[in-house]
């Protein structure tokens, strides 16, 4: 089956048509940046203009950073608050006339790494965390996922965890690797000291920098 999965992040929205069996792309990734916290509406334009792009009529898969109910957006911690209890599924079918699917971004990332990547064949526990904007998510057991774990939150020192070890805090904090990679690394102990799993994966642009 071929889809063209969107993803929605906190500095651009990305895409390209992916075949479901194999994890392929089928083109290259059109990439476009986001200055700003856009509206739901706004969103929507920018999804229609990325849909054109490939001249695209299929389904559509849309992955969001925050928690996904249904149709509706429950949290929306780093994008605008006027996606908080929105009907995506609805907003963004009307504007690309397709039919669309709405899942957490990290999710979606951990159903790609369970059945074709770095999680493929690995029975038991796997975490995958993606460090952008924010830290997003998936936790599997025996291949099955628990959506919506939102690790990201986990407090520390009173705050939610990405406020201190995503990239963005990184960026924003002005640390050097090696700073921010201790402040990581304390993090992930506490999450592995919980849930004890068989693999963690780390995903997100920055899993490319160093």
């Known amino acids: 089956m071929k889809i063209l999965g969107i993803d929605i992040g906190g500095s651009a929205v990305k895409g390209a048509p992916v075949d479901t069996k194999t994890g392929r792309l089928l083109a290259e990734r059109h990439r476009i940046a986001t200055d700003r916290k856009l509206s739901p509406q706004e969103m929507a334009a920018t999804i229609k203009q990325l849909a054109a792009h490939f001249n695209w009529t299929g389904p559509i898969g849309i992955g969001f950073p925050g928690v996904i109910h249904g149709p509706r957006i429950t949290t929306s911690a780093n994008l605008h608050k006027g996606f908080i209890g929105c009907d995506a599924v609805k907003l963004f079918a009307k504007a690309t006339g397709c039919r669309v699917a709405l899942v957490n971004d990290a999710d979606a990332a951990g159903l790609a790494e369970v059945h074709f ?94």
């Open 117 to 210: 990547g770095a999680g493929r064949g690995i029975t038991g526990t796997i975490l995958l965390l993606t460090l952008g904007t924010g830290v997003g998510s998936a936790l599997f057991c025996n291949g099955r996922l628990y959506q919506n774990s939102e690790m990201g939150h986990l407090p520390i020192r009173g705050k939610s965890a990405e406020r201190f070890v995503s990239a963005a805090a990184k960026d924003r904090r002005k640390l050097s690797y090696k700073e921010w990679g201790k402040e990581l690394r304390d993090y992930i102990g506490t999450l592995e000291n919980i849930l004890w799993p068989e693999r963690i994966i780390i995903g997100g642009g920055v899993s490319k920098d160093y």
